[in-house]
T-cell receptor, first 111, second 114 residues
Framework: DAKTTQPNSMESNEEEPVHLPCNHSTISGTDYIHWYRQLPSQGPEYVIHGLTSNVNNRMASLAIAEDRKSSTLILHRATLRDAAVYYCILRDWGNTDKLIFGTGTRLQVFP | DAGVIQSPRHEVTEMGQEVTLRCKPISGHDYLFWYRQTMMRGLELLIYFNNNVPIDDSGMPEDRFSAKMPNASFSTLKIQPSEPRDSAVYFC????????????FGQGTRLTVV
């Protein structure tokens, strides 16, 4: 299973942008980069995913390095509700299709 | 769709008792995943199914754990006999088998074995 590396924790102030990094140097050609987050006392929820190109949705943006060995989740304006653990996951579509979670990054947002 | 539904939400049981956790995936989803979350070990994938067939159960910790998916709308995770170290939050998730789609998680079952 391809591995990802994330910082244990990050902090941000409300309404500021947040850049959450993820390294995945052993990524394979069939791996999609997925991001999930887990709010306190809830199950993980999907945030965004991509393969090669940068992606935007209503929740966040995903910037993928040209060599695909790293990616960055961008929250454009952090809110208190964005305080959560953010997981970067490689999902090998068409092969195992498993979702293997790492330790994630705990994001704290201050008012 | 109501999303992935897990029951019960909370379960307290005595050591040695049998525990059954239940999951109803989203209709039409091909994959069903069972996870366990603890402070020490984080989110661990226990087993997953594709079209009701178990694909990978390498994460199941011991023979005391078993999982079944008798049909596309129901799965169970059973622990027999239960032990205090099984105390954790157990999550079920489902997803379609389409490239690039996401998984949807239930609210989890918090299991306490005393």
């Amino acid at each position: 299973d391809a591995k990802t590396t994330q910082p244990n924790s990050m902090e941000s102030n409300e309404e500021e942008p947040v850049h959450l990094p993820c390294n995945h140097s052993t990524i394979s050609g069939t791996d999609y980069i997925h991001w999930y987050r887990q709010l306190p006392s809830q199950g993980p929820e999907y945030v965004i995913h991509g393969l090669t190109s940068n992606v935007n949705n209503r929740m966040a943006s995903l910037a993928i390095a040209e060599d695909r060995k790293s990616s960055t989740l961008i929250l454009h304006r952090a809110t208190l509700r964005d305080a959560a653990v953010y997981y970067c996951i490689l999902r090998d579509w068409g092969n195992t299709d498993k979702l293997i979670f790492g330790t994630g990054t705990r994001l704290q947002v201050f008012p | 769709d109501a999303g992935v539904i897990q029951s019960p939400r909370h379960e307290v049981t005595e050591m040695g008792q049998e525990v059954t956790l239940r999951c109803k995936p989203i209709s039409g989803h091909d994959y069903l995943f069972w996870y366990r979350q603890t402070m020490m070990r984080g989110l661990e994938l226990l087993i997953y199914f594709n079209n009701n067939v178990p694909i990978d159960d390498s994460g199941m910790p011991e023979d005391r754990f078993s999982a079944k998916m008798p049909n596309a709308s129901f799965s169970t995770l059973k622990i027999q006999p239960s032990e205090p170290r099984d105390s954790a939050v157990y999550f079920c998730a489902s997803s379609p088998r389409r490239r690039g789609t996401e998984a949807f998680f239930g609210q989890g079952t918090r299991l306490t074995v005393v």
